[in-house]
């Protein structure tokens, strides 16, 4: 089967700056898409600042308590992202109970450097990225996010 990815945004920082909030909005709405293709690449450090720069994929082999991170199973740093819920709601929301595979609004999931995740049944957005720790502000030194969309039939 052919997707035929459409380009929705471009999100871009550049400069260096602060990231004080736990998500940032990328895009309001998915136009009616089912399916979105996310790429990634820039720096930034995290934790105050006491850790290593790193990019998309964090900073994979670090171990850290699960408590310290929203996404547990992704490394910290890394980049991540929810679909609707809050930009202020700083945790992973639960699960949706025997659908551990599937994104539901507001659960946070890892983006990286690369990620295609289906969006959630009658959701509009709005899509958020953060990055996977607690600790805050998030020192940016550069960020640019491509997202595409696409209707994959059923």
Known sequence: MAIDWKDLTTFEISTNTDVPAPW????DTFEGKTH???????S???????????????LAGLPLISERLIVADCPVGALIGKIGGSSAAATAAPAVPGNSLSISDGKAFAIGSHCVTSVPE????????????????VKLMRLKIVIKGAIVPP
């Open 122 to 137: 009658k959701s509009i957005g709005p899509l958020f990225i953060g990055f996977n720790c607690l600790a805050r502000p």
């Open 44 to 58: 930034w450090t995290v934790m105050g600042g006491s850790l290593a720069e790193c990019g998309p994929d964090g």
């Open 24 to 27: 940032i909005p990328v895009l």
């Open 36 to 42: 979105l293709q996310i790429t990634a690449e820039g």
